[in-house]
């Protein structure tokens, strides 16, 4: 595992603005419902989470706008899902620190 003094900055900006983009409760209960190769829709999500679909969709968005979710339309819909499988450490990790 690299340490913080090897990484590049960009790195370090990536990674930042990854975790910047997670710390939402909302959000991370969307990571939590996409673990483990999950692939869920808008629709499905907001059903699940119970809140308004727009707002769904903006912290979809959001998550997708700094890489940490990727998406697949296929036909009427688009499916989200997390883009980097080693992401699903950080969740364990924050599970972990809050129970």
């Known amino acids: 595992m690299p340490k913080v003094k090897d990484l590049r900055i ?3 900006e990536q990674a930042a ?3 910047k983009a997670i710390a939402h409760p909302m959000r991370i209960a ?3 419902y996409l ?3 999950k692939r869920m829709t808008v629709t499905q999500i907001h059903e699940m989470l119970k809140i308004e679909q727009s707002t769904t969709s903006h912290h979809l968005g959001i998550l997708k706008d ?3 979710l990727s ?3 296929e036909g009427k ?3 989200y899902f997390i883009k980097n499988d080693s992401l699903s450490k950080i969740m364990e990790c924050i599970n972990r ?3």
């Open 10 to 12: 960009e790195q370090l």
């Open 17 to 19: 603005s990854m975790l």
């Open 30 to 32: 969307i990571l939590n």
């Open 35 to 37: 673990e483990d190769g």
């Open 66 to 68: 700094k890489g940490v």
């Open 71 to 73: 998406s697949k339309r």
């Open 77 to 79: 819909n688009t499916f």
């Open 97 to 99: 620190c809050t129970t």
